[in-house]
T-cell receptor, first 118, second 114 residues
């Protein structure tokens, strides 16, 4: 089946620094990638949608200058949390979908990144 | 619909019992729903989906029911096992003109007691 690799799985950074999270589709071309944030005991909140070679589309309330998303190839998207603060501590999850519509089965999720800002 | 900020409701069942997890939606035009399972510290995994032209769909040990009249769907897990302990979400993809982005519902945390 389709596999999405997300790294790192855990990261601790100091307040004010930037952190980059990578999301790779290993065995398919991910035309569209999504980034979610999930706080403890809560649902997944969509942050942005990105298509390869295009600028990401951010959801309302998500600061695009703080959460930089790059989708430069059909197998790689990155999320950079800039000038991180403790309130950015969360579980970040990426999802990838191929160009052809495959319904719910077509969405493959990474294993998530636990970000802790100290 | 989206449920940011709400804490997950929990469901505790005995091993071997059936579990029923519920999800409500608000848009009567919604025509496709997906159920996901998320184990602790991992990303969601696809379980089963259903289109609005159906009111029931069965998989292996799971059944999804859709009631369009009251805008409600449920996931039934038969003979629940400890390995079923996880958080379960219903999700709805938006139109392909929006990239087919998936919007997650509130979720339910299922705990299976041995």
């Amino acid at each position: 089946g389709a596999v999405v690799s997300q790294h790192p799985s855990r990261v601790i950074c100091k307040s004010g620094t930037s952190v980059k999270i990578e999301c790779r589709s290993l065995d398919f071309q991910a035309t569209t990638m999504f980034w979610y944030r999930q706080f403890p005991k809560q649902s997944l909140m969509l942050m942005a949608t990105s298509n390869e070679g295009s600028k990401a589309t951010y959801e309302q309330g998500v600061e695009k200058d703080k959460f930089l998303i790059n989708h430069a190839s059909l197998t790689l998207s990155t999320l950079t949390v800039t000038s991180a603060h403790p309130e950015d501590s969360s579980f970040y999850i990426c999802s990838a979908r191929p160009g052809a519509w495959r319904g719910g089965y077509g969405y493959t999720f990474g294993s998530g990144t636990r970000l802790t800002v100290v | 619909g989206e449920s940011v900020g709400l804490h997950l409701p929990t469901l505790s069942v005995q091993e071997g019992d059936n579990s029923i997890i519920n999800c409500a939606y608000s848009n009567s035009a919604s025509d496709y729903f997906i159920w996901y399972k998320q184990e602790s510290g991992k990303g969601p995994q696809f379980i089963i989906d259903i289109r609005s032209n159906m009111d029931k769909r069965q998989g292996q040990r799971v059944t999804v029911l859709l009631n369009k009249t009251v805008k409600h769907l449920s996931l039934q897990i038969a003979a629940t096992q400890p390995g079923d302990s996880a958080v379960y979400f219903c999700a709805e993809p938006k139109g392909l003109n929006q990239g087919g982005k998936l919007i997650f519902g509130q979720g339910t945390e299922l705990s299976v007691k041995p």
